[in-house]
């Protein structure tokens, strides 16, 4: 069964319309991630949520921003998407407990900006 | 900053052949994992290894991290079609310097042809 679960697997926006993607973990993991990955590339992390503390990656630009209102759920809210923004975005989580750290990631949100 | 470099960027080979994937670094880490990516799909974690001169087999995968803690390499043996995708490394940083934010290698792109 799935632990981390995005929704939705694939979305369409407009230039400039705000979309929302979502995160759901099942593993009850203190740590939550957001990364963006394009084409055949490395993940790139946005930022992250250890617990409550919202900790912004000094490259993630202003219009990308995200809530996790608790422990289970994390949201990525692109306020206005260029075509710069079309990505996969990943979602992550892991339980920080010492050496070893073991990142989980959801399947993906695949999203097109028209 | 800790770099991650992952070599080859991409490998063609065909079926039955054996193949080495490299990842690098001058600095050290208190673990490292190997992911799996197929198209459209999240990463899929393969391994992790801890202990410096460390091998785990997973199949016909091998998996070796280095003495140093500093590299480690994916062996596949006898290739074959379902392995195709893109492998990426990521390092842990040692407990306490961010040790939650996993470095990543830029990938290696595996195309085995049948």
């Known amino acids: 069964d799935a632990m981390v679960i995005q929704n939705p697997r694939y979305q369409v926006t407009q230039f400039g319309k705000p979309v929302t993607l979502s995160c759901s973990q099942t593993l009850n993991h203190n740590v939550m991630y957001w990364y963006q990955q394009k084409s055949s590339q490395a993940p790139k992390l946005l930022f992250h949520?250890?617990?409550?503390?919202?900790?912004n990656e000094a490259d993630t630009p202003d219009n990308f921003q995200s809530r996790r209102p608790n422990t289970s759920f994390c949201f990525l809210d692109i306020r206005s998407p260029g075509l710069g923004d079309a990505a996969m975005y990943l979602c992550?989580?892991?339980?920080?407990?010492?050496?070893?750290?073991?990142?989980?990631f959801g399947e993906g949100s695949w999203l097109t900006v028209v | 900053t800790q770099l991650l470099e992952q070599s080859p960027q991409f490998l063609s080979i065909q079926e039955g052949e054996n193949l080495t994937v490299y990842c690098n670094s001058s600095?050290?880490?208190?673990?490292l994992q190997w992911y799996r990516q197929e198209p459209g799909e999240g990463p899929v974690l393969l391994v992790t290894v801890v202990t410096g001169g460390e091998v785990k087999k997973l199949k016909r995968l091998t998996f070796q991290f280095g003495d140093a803690r500093k590299d480690s390499s994916l062996h596949i043996t006898a290739a074959q079609p379902g392995d195709t995708g893109l492998y990426l490394c990521?390092?842990?940083?040692?407990?306490?310097?961010?040790?939650?934010?996993?470095?990543f290698g830029s990938g290696t792109r595996l195309l085995v042809r049948p």
């Open positions: 600095s050290v880490f208190s673990s």
């Open positions: 992550a989580t892991s339980r920080v407990a010492g050496p070893a750290n073991t990142i989980y």
């Open positions: 949520y250890y617990d409550k503390d919202f900790n």
């Open positions: 990521a390092g842990d940083p040692p407990w306490g310097d961010s040790s939650y934010k996993l470095i």
